[in-house]
């Protein structure tokens, strides 16, 4: 009886390593012009979500490190991008941990900035595993995503993974953009003032930001991001564009889990980690930059004003750099200039790849 069932367990454990071999050998790795592929990586107690769309025969991959912390990347996969460079090239939609449709636990421990650099530098490693070590990888950074490729490229030898770093209206330096901000919203207030448009929303900052002169704590930052969002709408030369709404729109078009994504923001947003970040800066490690680098800037983006770009410019020590400022654009810059940015991205993309 012994023998038989110990054969009989032999003959399971077989079946299951075989049907662990062949599911693996299944796994969907398509190189091909028109690409839909997702699939995650686990990495210190996340499973962060990756959606690959595109051009993945051109061995070339432009990862998007979005913005938050806790958005998504979900929102960045519009049609004119879709459209417009995809058709090219591949782009790599990474949720990162707490963030969008990533899932694991709430990581509460390996919720931070370095964590989510090497979370970062795991991702470049997969694609170059699944697609080829000879891939071509590009990063983009947007707001906070700025904050983050900004600690990979000054973090050991990561620059040299990837071909060019690509910032749209990101930060890299937290208590210099909250000074910025300040004084953008200080300018422009009065300018707008003067002009007699929305002159009481317009005293009501101008008000608080005179009351905030400086060394801020992170109410106060949030408080001064929170006016700047809302600085944006007042300016009729801007294309406005409505972050959240379209989020909720894109979530329930691509059947996503709007609970998962949901809670994630909730927590990013509300995080012990937010204090450490809102004290951190990379203008000081910027000199490591040896990458060709594209800053794109809104200019009318209160919440990550231009000068953090020609911050970068003048700091960085690569010997090819370039920043394009959008007249018509505020926080976020390839939905409400999409030509210009897909234009500067392609253009970027194809001289550096």
Known sequence: MLSQNFKAMQRIIIGFLLFLLFSCQKE????????????????????????VEGNTASHTFLIIVHGGPGTGSF??????????????????FWDQRNAGASQGNSNGNNLNLPQMTDDLKKVIELIKYRYGQNSSVF???????????????????????????????????????DTLTRLMLLKVGQQQIDSNKHVSDWQLIISYCNAHPGNFTLKESDQLENYAEKAETYIPEVNQFNLIAAMEAISIEDDLPITSILFNYLYSGNAGFNAALAKTQFSSLLYKVVTPTLLLYGEYDFICPKELGEDILNRITAAEKKMVISPVSGHNLMFQDEVLFCNEVNDFIAKYR
């Not at 990979?152 to 990561?158: A, H, I, R, V, Y």
């Open 28 to 51: 969907k790795i398509t190189i091909g012009t028109n690409v839909f592929e997702t699939f995650y990586l686990e990495n210190a107690g996340a499973s962060m979500r990756l959606l």
């Open 139 to 177: 990063i983009l950074g947007h707001s906070f995503g700025g904050l983050l490729t900004a600690s990979f490229m000054t973090t050991d030898q990561n620059q040299s993974m990837v071909k060019g770093w690509i910032m749209v209206d990101g930060s890299h330096n937290y208590p210099l953009n």
């Open 75 to 92: 929102v960045y996969d519009t049609q004119y991008i879709s459209q417009n460079i995809e058709n090219k090239y591949a782009v790599v």
